[in-house]
């Protein structure tokens, strides 16, 4: 019992690391490309922080526990040779890793959206506007715990190297952040372009975080277009304007206590 807590406290650990480390990168980045889109949101940064550290924790216990259970016991069905299914598997691996998580996605997202549980479960994330990129996992308890479950119960039914589950954590804590940065990362031709109408990025995500109505999906608008809920992309102009509003505001009133003290 006092391995696995251990295996479940060291994956909250890791877990909270990675979203400090990859959030504090992009956040750093929005700095750079575009100064002043966070300024004034410092209380809503620390609530981000605070209910994604917290999220953090709950994700890693399952995924502590199966980790352990992987190695100690041999459950799950990851497998540690490369060759023990033919290399092609490996990204197809990733891809159904991807589409059930964003298939339990969108039908979760979908529900919390409704009015008697949106308050309950969903109502934090949304707290955040506009959300940064601090905001990815600013979750409440219930709706961690509806998250948290999900890959380490897929890799008891689909196959996968430990590289593949790798690549899959990896999009999802890079794509959770960055469709909540506040700006679009990739080329237009790519999200703008034929691919773009099957995949999210930023611009996709914006507008869910614009109108609540729609676009549900987490990596593809698949789901979305089945099911008449795509709302098409985003802008960020209200947000940046609003952000160079809040900018303009502060220097006035720095240069407002400069004119006093002299």
Do not use: K
Not at 46 to 54: C, D, F, K, P, V
Not at 64 to 86: N, S
Not at 201 to 212: G, I, L, N, P, V
Not at 222 to 234: A, E, I, N
């Amino acid at each position: 019992m006092l391995a696995i807590s251990l295996s479940a406290l060291a994956m909250s650990v890791i877990v909270g690391l990675r979203y400090l480390l990859v959030s504090g990168a992009f956040a750093a980045a929005t700095r750079a490309r575009h100064p002043g889109l966070y300024t004034g949101l410092n209380a809503q940064i620390r609530r981000e922080i605070g209910w994604s550290l917290a999220a953090a924790a709950i994700y890693g216990v399952p995924a502590g526990v199966v980790a352990w259970g992987w190695r100690e016991r041999g459950w799950t069905r990851i497998y540690g040779d490369l060759h023990a299914f033919p290399l092609w598997y490996l990204p197809v691996s990733v891809l159904l890793y991807m589409f059930a998580h964003d298939t339990w996605f969108y039908w979760s997202h979908r529900w919390m959206h409704r009015p008697r549980w949106f308050r309950r479960i969903h109502a934090v994330h949304h707290a955040s506007r506009p959300p940064t990129a601090w905001a990815a996992m600013a979750f409440s308890v219930s709706e961690s715990l509806s998250g948290a479950l999900v890959v380490p119960l897929l890799v008891f039914v689909i196959p996968i190297h430990p590289i593949g589950l790798g690549i899959v954590l990896t999009v999802m804590t890079v794509m959770g952040v960055t469709n909540h940065m506040g700006w679009e990362m990739f080329p237009a031709v790519l999200w703008r372009g034929p691919i773009g109408r099957w995949i999210i990025t930023a611009s996709h995500h914006q507008r869910h975080h614009e109108q609540y109505g729609g676009n549900y999906g987490l990596y593809f608008r698949v789901w979305d277009r089945l099911c008449g809920t795509d709302l098409g992309l985003g802008t960020f102009a209200r947000d940046h304007a609003r952000a160079a509003a809040r900018t303009g505001g502060d220097r006035a009133g720095d240069a407002a206590g400069g004119n006093a003290r002299h």
